[in-house]
């Protein structure tokens, strides 16, 4: 389980939230939505403790997230980035086996895979809490399976489908607002 | 000095024939040709005097204080050149680079020459200024390689950390590739060296008074060292730069 309470994050000057307060439970997916720029990618960044919000506290499982314990508890984590050319090979029980699949980087290593036609769900299935920022429609499946597995799944997206078929939707805006 | 004044004067004569093709073929080139050729002999002036004082007096303190100046020199140049902000840099790199071509000129000195090397300036100062001149080249690309790749495409980096690698693991991708422009054109260089021409680091041996055999295996290992020191350097660099160059949440800083 994923809680956020009483966040505020305050990026360039701008405050993307306030006073936000939300939890993520096992087995249901969370969508997190709202206009272009309003901050879901900022709060997936806060919740994978990239970003420390300016008050409020982030905890997982009960267990404060801080930048000293969010390594430890990221590796409970699947995040699926926004940049579609990027995926991860399959992880197992070894974290140190974990790959970015990155053709820039080293071509002749790596390959260019598009993140939805080679996405392996057993290392998805090996996280208890699965983080996806704007992913593909075609991922919708995927995603909700493993939130009906038990998994923790939150989706940052503006897509239709997503906000549809999940079961708690966060609505970031001016007034964020947390539809059941 | 083994030259007189009427060998400079002889010397000299070299200058005509490009003299006389760029006053016929690029005149505008005179100029600059000039000033380019007047500031090599005002440097070489310079660095002559200060080889003839640690050369005169032959101190090892000496010898390290010629040390320490060059690699700040040769960290100031570097720094401006890596494009990643210099207060972050200099410091680490001024570290980095003392510690490796110190290290690799010990080593060289008084394991692989010895007997024949000691601690003198005859030794330190050729076999460290070579390896400071190289870690300087090959620094330049491999660093700003490392901090533009971080700046302009950091997803790869924030994906592996989002998903538990460790950032030493998050990391490796823009090492390998920062190694990689460091490498690729030593390798080149290294995989073509003698097939056609004499490097003008063996040339110096000869000049030295070295024979052959003892020429090449000096410059075998002296070219050795250079890579040993350049990746060195590189890697002590990333390290002591690393804490100013990331936050606390790992976020790289541009």
Redesign the interface.
């Known amino acids: 389980m994923l809680e956020l309470k009483d966040a505020t994050l305050t990026l360039g000057g701008r405050r993307l939230f306030e006073r936000l307060s939300l939890m993520a439970p096992s087995g249901q997916m969370t969508c997190v939505t709202g206009p272009e720029g309003c901050g879901k990618t900022a709060l997936v960044q806060v919740m994978?403790?990239?970003?420390?919000p300016d008050e409020g506290l982030v905890s997982v499982d009960g267990e404060l997230l801080t930048?000293l314990s969010?390594?430890t508890f990221?590796?409970?984590?699947?995040?699926l980035?926004?940049?579609r050319e990027?995926t991860?090979t399959p992880?197992e029980a070894n974290?140190?086996g974990?790959?970015?699949v990155?053709a820039?980087?080293?071509s002749r290593r790596y390959q260019l895979t598009p993140i939805d036609e080679h996405l392996d769900v057993a290392p998805l299935a090996s996280?208890p809490i699965v983080?996806a920022d704007d992913p593909d429609p075609s991922m919708l499946s995927v995603l909700k399976s493993l939130a009906a597995g038990g998994h923790t799944v939150v989706v940052a997206s503006q897509l239709e489908e997503y906000i549809n078929l999940s079961d708690k939707i966060i609505m970031l805006g001016n007034h964020d607002t947390v539809i059941s | 000095m083994i030259l007189s004044y009427l060998n400079l004067l002889l010397g000299l004569l070299l200058l005509i024939v490009p003299g006389y093709m760029l006053y016929t073929y690029d005149r505008l080139a005179m100029p600059k040709a000039a000033l380019a050729m007047a500031k090599m002999v005002v440097q070489m002036s310079v660095m002559g005097a200060c080889l003839w004082a640690l050369f005169r007096y032959d101190n090892v303190w000496f010898c390290l204080l010629w040390l320490v100046i060059i690699v700040v020199a040769a960290a100031f140049l570097l720094v401006s050149r890596t494009r990643y902000r210099s207060a972050v840099l200099f410091l680490p790199v001024c570290i980095a680079m003392l510690v490796s071509v110190l290290a690799v000129s010990l080593f060289l000195i008084f394991v692989v020459l010895r007997p024949a090397a000691s601690m003198s300036a005859r030794w330190f100062v050729p076999i460290s200024g070579v390896l400071t001149a190289h870690t300087l080249m090959l620094n330049i690309p491999a660093l700003r390689t490392y901090y533009e790749?971080l700046r302009q495409?950091g997803?790869?980096y924030?994906?592996?950390?989002?998903?538990?690698?460790?950032?030493m693991?998050a990391l490796a991708?823009?090492v390998?590739?920062a190694l990689r422009s460091m490498m690729v054109p030593a390798i080149a260089s290294l995989s073509a060296m003698g097939l056609f021409v004499m490097p003008m680091l063996l040339s110096g041996l000869l000049l030295g008074g070295l024979g052959p055999v003892d020429a090449v295996l000096i410059f075998v290992f002296l070219t050795l060292g250079c890579m040993t020191t350049c990746i060195l350097t590189l890697g002590l660099t990333l390290i002591l730069a690393d804490r100013r160059s990331f936050n606390?949440?790992?976020?790289f800083l541009c």
Request: net charge positive; aromatic share 8%; glycine share 8%.
């Open positions: 994978l403790g990239f970003l420390l930048p969010a390594p990221r590796r409970l984590m699947a995040y980035p926004q940049k990027v991860i992880v974290i140190s974990l790959e970015a990155w820039p980087l080293d996280k983080i | 790749s495409d997803q790869p924030l994906t592996l950390l989002g998903n538990g690698a460790s950032r693991a991708p823009y390998t590739r606390r949440q790992g976020q």
